[in-house]
């Protein structure tokens, strides 16, 4: 009987663990490492380049239509309003295989050459594929924890930043060196670890305060660092030393087992919740209804204290409980709620603190994109091997990580203890980019590996703000779609600086080197320009744009300063004692 009844005991728990939210926590770690596979273009566009023969503008063109399918998740989003989760996330595993499984097969020559606007249509789809793991991941997420949304969202973010890093080791380990090989990687990987953890993943209606939820949080944190100085290192290594296949495969090995650390602190938290459900159950019943009486009578007064004050501060919001949601959506347009209550989809992107982060998002977040799918051509002018290259972008990874990170675990901190407003950390990000584009654009020995790093980490900084702010001036209510809408400005920024400035300044200099050679554009293969001058004027224009964005950044902080001084996670502190009270309730009438 014993026996019996601890193998319940033990199925109870593994039941709560794989349904709990630390374990979720985990799960969405292990999405969001193989969400970044956008992030690795640098390592194989040059193998598509020579592979099908094109120039420079055109192989950035694929990669705006890469940006633009990574950042326009418009359609993940709303999905996200009418669909489960692990629908979303299905529908995301489908496409990444088929996208890039679809590019894997024309660079292997095992299709005929696709038309350009193919090869766009592939890889979109693939990198698309990358909203729907982080909009049916990230949102339940932010949702579950959402007075820890700063430090959840940099950890998140921050494992999609070391993606790169991460697939780097395992085709390292898997494929060995083989370019063509990681678009296969990049097809296949992501789509099972989604399909694995597809119905771990789910927004949970109650949720109660957790004691030791910050320290939590940072202890993933530390494993999050351990992991990145981990990868940090095998990248210097490899640099320099001569690894064997059987060295890849034990670096990718220990990849793998840091990976899995955050699954031994979600059993460890679910054991202590499990230990102390089975403590409370074995208390007598009278210890948990002598407080009930007061329960009812002090809930009743508070309800009727806030919903008046519900329905005239959030007059959308009580519309939107009469009416159809669509009349909430299209009405009441300019009659926005305050900052950090529910806006509606149309009051958010209609906002004005909205369309400045619009115009921020094209400069920060356009510029930095063009810099980073530019890197492996940047690194080929000037000279580099291509075993360094792949350093470049290594770094470029691991540098986003740490820059994901420390957004959202120093921001909160600014936040919570001076009221610095997140606002800030978002100007201080437009500044750095600008130095490494002027470090690129007048480049000494080794200034390429600056450049990755001040790009990388300030890339990191601004996704994370975006993300963060989205969800604090806005609300959750329709955060899904909100922070899909708030990176648009990105692939539109991506294809101005991209293809219309850095792919035609490119050109027009490696034709210069053709014509002075006495060649034409018909006699070689593909287009290629050596020597400093080659993205010179280009990322001097880029610099411009990053530092017209810090300006424009500024209005934002202004424009926010007082809100963030405020209690801005007050409400979610209020709902999470109701909740505890009404399990109180709940365990007390259960026990009568």
């Not at 926590?25 to 566009?45: D, E, P």
């Not at 698309?128 to 339940?140: D, E």
């Not at 963060?468 to 600086?497: D, M, R």
Request: charged share 15%.
């Amino acid at each position: 009987m014993a026996d019996h009844q601890n193998g319940c005991g033990s199925c109870g728990f593994v039941v709560q663990f794989l349904r709990g939210r630390w374990f979720m926590m985990f799960a969405s770690f292990l999405i969001m490492a193989g969400a970044g596979a956008t992030y690795l273009f640098g390592t194989y566009s040059k193998v598509i380049k020579s592979t099908l023969g094109y120039d420079q503008s055109t192989l950035n063109l694929i990669g705006t239509f890469k940006d633009l399918g990574a950042t326009i998740g418009v359609l993940s989003g709303l999905l996200a309003e009418v669909t489960p989760p692990w629908f979303v996330l299905l529908v995301g595993s489908v496409m990444n295989f088929a996208g890039y499984f679809l590019v894997w097969l024309a660079v292997t020559r095992k299709i005929s050459k696709p038309p350009v606007w193919q090869m766009c249509m592939y890889i979109c789809i693939g990198a698309n594929s990358q909203n729907f793991a982080n909009t049916g991941s990230l949102v339940p997420c932010v949702k579950n924890f959402p007075e820890r949304r700063g430090m959840m969202l940099g950890l998140m973010k921050g494992y999609v930043g070391l993606s790169g890093a991460f697939f780097t080791q395992l085709y390292l380990a898997i494929y060995k060196d083989d370019a063509k090989d990681m678009i296969l990687l990049i097809g296949w990987l992501p789509a099972v670890i989604s399909l694995l953890f597809v119905f771990s993943i789910r927004e949970m209606k109650k949720i109660s305060s957790h004691p030791h939820e910050g320290k939590v949080m940072y202890q993933n944190l530390i494993i999050s660092v351990g992991l990145a100085l981990f990868l940090m290192a095998l990248t210097i290594a490899q640099k320099y030393l001569n690894f064997s296949h059987l060295g890849y495969v034990a670096s990718a090995t220990g990849v793998c087992i840091v990976l899995f650390f955050p699954c031994l602190i979600a059993i460890k938290e679910e054991l202590e919740t499990w230990k102390q459900m089975k403590e409370d159950a074995s208390k007598p019943p009278e210890s948990v209804v002598i407080e009930e009486p007061p329960l009812p009578e002090s809930s009743d007064p508070g309800k009727q204290e806030i919903a008046p004050s519900s329905c005239s501060t959030d007059k959308c919001e009580k519309r939107d409980d009469e009416f159809h949601q669509d009349s909430c959506c299209c009405g009441d347009i300019c009659n926005k709620p305050k900052r950090g209550q529910d806006y509606t989809i149309c009051q958010a992107l209609l906002s004005a603190d909205m369309l400045i982060l619009f115009v921020v998002t094209f400069c920060g977040l356009g510029s930095s994109l063009a810099a980073v799918d530019n890197l492996g051509q940047i690194g080929e002018s000037l000279g580099y091997q291509t075993k360094t290259i792949n350093t470049f972008v290594s770094l470029v990874s691991i540098w986003n990580y740490f820059g994901r990170v420390f957004s959202g675990f120093v921001s909160e901190k600014l936040l919570l203890k001076w009221k610095v407003p997140r606002t800030v950390m978002m100007t201080i990000a437009l500044v750095l980019p600008a130095i490494g584009d002027l470090i690129i654009a007048l480049p000494f020995p080794g200034s390429v590996y600056i450049a990755s790093i001040l790009i990388g980490f300030s890339y990191g900084i601004q996704l994370t703000m975006v993300f963060v702010i989205i969800s604090e001036l806005f609300g959750l209510k329709y955060y899904s779609t909100l922070f899909n809408c708030g990176q648009l400005a990105s692939p539109v920024g991506s294809y101005v600086l991209n293809v219309r400035i850095v792919g035609k300044l490119y050109d027009k200099e490696a034709l210069k080197q053709l014509a002075s050679k006495g060649m034409t554009r018909s006699m070689v293969h593909d287009l290629t320009c050596i020597g400093k001058q080659c993205y010179r004027k280009s990322f001097i224009i880029l610099a411009g744009v990053n530092f017209f964005g810090a300006l424009v950044s500024m209005i934002l902080v202004m424009r926010t300063k007082e809100y963030y001084k405020s209690d801005i996670y007050k409400k979610f502190r209020d709902a999470m004692e109701t909740n505890e009270k009404e399990i109180a309730l709940a365990t007390s009438v259960d026990h009568r």
